[in-house]
């Protein structure tokens, strides 16, 4: 048999009844500590998406520290190598120099050979 609307609002209002001395039955210190509890999970969150920002500025500023440290030691590498170059050119030319003024002494002295005889 099927209940008419009214007797079905009536079960409903009783539910309704029921549920709300429920509810008010509820011990309010354990609905504090559940309450609390969400609280500091929420805090919980944030204080470690917090955290993981940081990490993640650190890895980044860590990296950038890096890649100038290694352009910083490229560029005195090649300092360097240019200074080698430079100084490997110049002894060259000290060479060369010296060379030809012992060919110059050497002609001299030849010179002064020739005419001597």
């Given amino acids: 048999?099927?209940?008419?609307?009214?007797?079905?609002?009536?079960?409903?209002?009783?539910?309704?009844?029921?549920?709300?001395?429920?509810?008010?039955?509820?011990?309010?210190?354990?609905?504090?500590?559940?309450?609390?509890?969400?609280t500091a999970m929420k805090e919980i969150k944030k204080a470690a998406k917090i955290v993981e920002v940081k990490v993640k500025e650190e890895a980044k500023a860590k990296k950038a520290a890096k890649v100038k440290a290694e352009l910083i030691a490229k560029k005195e590498a090649k300092a360097r190598e240019e200074m080698k170059?430079?100084?490997?050119?110049?002894?060259?030319?000290?060479?060369?120099?010296?060379?030809?003024?012992?060919?110059?002494?050497?002609?001299?002295k030849e010179e002064a050979k020739v005419k001597e005889e």
């Fill in 1 to 38: 048999k099927e209940l008419s609307w009214e007797e079905r609002l009536d079960a409903m209002l009783a539910k309704a009844s029921e549920l709300e001395k429920e509810v008010k039955s509820l011990d309010t210190e354990e609905v504090n500590k559940k309450a609390a509890k969400v």
């Fill in 85 to 108: 170059t430079k100084e490997q050119a110049r002894a060259k030319e000290e060479a060369k120099a010296k060379e030809a003024k012992v060919k110059e002494q050497a002609k001299v």
